[in-house]
């Protein structure tokens, strides 16, 4: 059947589309705890399956649209734009960048992040680009954001502006 699946602890809806047998199961979308979408889609058994797009929750924008397998979850899967351009190469698991993986820019195709990826998220060592391929960032990440020890990049030269540590 149709129907919404809410958490108990918030009272926000995490789920809406089709069940069966008490599972996510067809379409249906999947909310993150702010209530902005995170994945739309097929669903089998649970997990995505088949065609989808994945929201990034910093700017609640569709960041890829590719085909998801739940039997295929944690292996490396390359994912693209609407207008055919690759979004992103790399680990994905129920639905979500994870594990080592590069973000690539809509238009341009230049590298935007490549590094580790934790629940969509950059997380863990990475390197960020600014859309002219210069590097901008490079080190250790928490949940998106800068944090521990890194290095910032001047957009001109490309040379290290400034290292040490960040907190995010």
């Known amino acids: 059947g149709v129907g919404a699946l809410w958490h108990s602890q918030t009272g926000r809806k995490v789920y809406e589309g089709s069940f069966q047998n008490g599972e996510r199961d067809g379409y249906g979308t ?77 238009e341009t195709g230049q590298m935007l992040h490549a590094g580790h990826f934790s629940e969509g998220e950059a997380d863990g060592y990475g390197t960020s680009y600014f859309d002219n391929g210069k590097k901008e960032y490079q080190g250790m990440w928490t949940q998106g954001r800068w944090d521990g020890i890194g290095a910032v990049y001047d957009r001109e030269t490309g040379s290290k502006a400034y290292e040490g540590h960040f907190k995010a």
């Not at 990034?56 to 960041?63: Q, W």
């Open 30 to 106: 999947s909310y993150s705890d702010n209530g902005q979408i995170q994945f739309q889609g097929q669903w089998t058994q649970g997990k995505p399956d088949g065609r989808g797009t994945v929201n990034d929750l910093e700017t609640d924008k569709k960041v890829p649209e590719g085909h998801f397998a739940s039997e295929e979850q944690g292996e490396k899967k390359t994912l693209y734009y609407d207008n055919g351009n690759k979004a992103y190469q790399g680990g994905v698991k129920q639905g979500m960048r994870d594990g080592h993986g590069i973000v690539y820019h809509n």
